[in-house]
């Protein structure tokens, strides 16, 4: 793959009535693990299982990686990784050596930055082209880090970490809500008590704050069309791709779900698998998470 360079009470309250929660109100406590949509391939027969018995997902497939990857990771957003790691060494106060977990690390745009600071990094993806662009980007500059290529729904490890992250929306795409906290369980078993999790996306609230129909751009030789959709109650978000090839006029296109998480029920969900806090913001330098917020950082620690 071709490298791709980053509320007061009533003085009369004895004489009101109390109010109870209707038998209806969703609890705060729980969530109900299902699909995100139903799944129409399956009911209709099956779909392809990865190695690991689970249905494949779009994700885990190296022909959409080779054709989106440039448009996703275009230079504005290599150029912004070193702020961005830098932002994440000094949250997590990490010395050089210390260990960091890069889960999702895509073509290596934060793990090599990391890594340039002195970090001990180790870079998992599911994408093997991904990590062949991370270790080319790692030789170019330089710098040693551990790539492996595994499926964060079952990656272990015995190695203990003193951080991890999950940066640029890189969770929400998985079938079910079981899987998303299984990634989320089995990053935190990688960490060391007292390590911390740094995790940064578009939640709910951003998506709702921010949502458009869709636009059109050009970027790496292709123009681009976007189309996006509501699912359910907000509880995700259907994008449509369409690329067509500037010279060729070839077109291709590609069309997935993000099941969208607000910023409290992925803290409740973190603290509830293990981290002992878990502190919302609405950048790396800990702006308010705000109706001003662009983007959602959960600084969590073990």
Avoid at 38 to 54: E, F, H, K, R, V
Avoid at 151 to 174: E, H, P, Q
């Amino acid at each position: 793959m071709a490298k791709t360079k980053k509320t007061a009470k009533s003085k009369s309250a004895k004489n009101e009535k109390s109010v109870t929660k209707p038998a209806n109100m969703p609890s705060d406590e729980a969530f109900t693990f299902q699909p995100l949509v139903p799944d129409a391939a399956s009911q209709a027969g099956g779909t392809a299982a990865n190695p690991l018995g689970q249905k494949k997902e779009w994700f885990e497939n190296e022909d959409f990686w080779k054709n989106y990857g440039p448009i996703m990771f275009d230079s504005a957003h290599w150029a912004e990784a070193p702020g961005v790691a830098a932002a994440i060494q000094k949250i997590a106060g990490l010395k050089k050596g210390a260990r960091i977990l890069d889960a999702g690390c895509g073509p290596g745009r934060i793990s090599v930055e990391l890594a340039l600071l002195g970090l001990d990094v180790t870079g998992v993806d599911i994408i093997q082209a991904e990590l062949d662009a991370a270790a080319e980007t790692a030789t170019d500059e330089g710098v040693d880090i551990s790539l492996v290529n595994a499926d964060l729904r079952t990656y272990t490890t015995d190695k203990k970490f003193d951080a991890a992250i999950n940066v640029y929306t890189s969770f929400g795409y998985c079938d079910t809500m079981e899987e998303d906290v299984q990634i989320l369980k089995h990053i935190c078993d990688a960490i060391k008590d007292g390590g911390w999790f740094i995790m940064e996306m578009t939640s709910r609230e951003i998506a709702v704050q921010y949502f458009t129909p869709g636009e059109w751009f050009e970027r790496a030789g292709k123009t681009v069309l976007t189309e996006f959709t509501v699912e359910g109650a907000w509880e995700g978000l259907r994008s449509r791709w369409i690329l067509i090839d500037n010279k060729t006029g070839g077109r291709i296109e590609h069309e997935f779900v993000q099941r969208l998480y607000s910023a409290i029920e992925l803290k409740r969900l973190l603290l509830g698998i293990g981290f002992k806090t878990a502190e919302v913001y609405g950048d790396f330098e800990f702006a308010p998470y705000n109706e001003n917020a662009k983007t959602m950082v959960i600084v969590a620690r073990k």
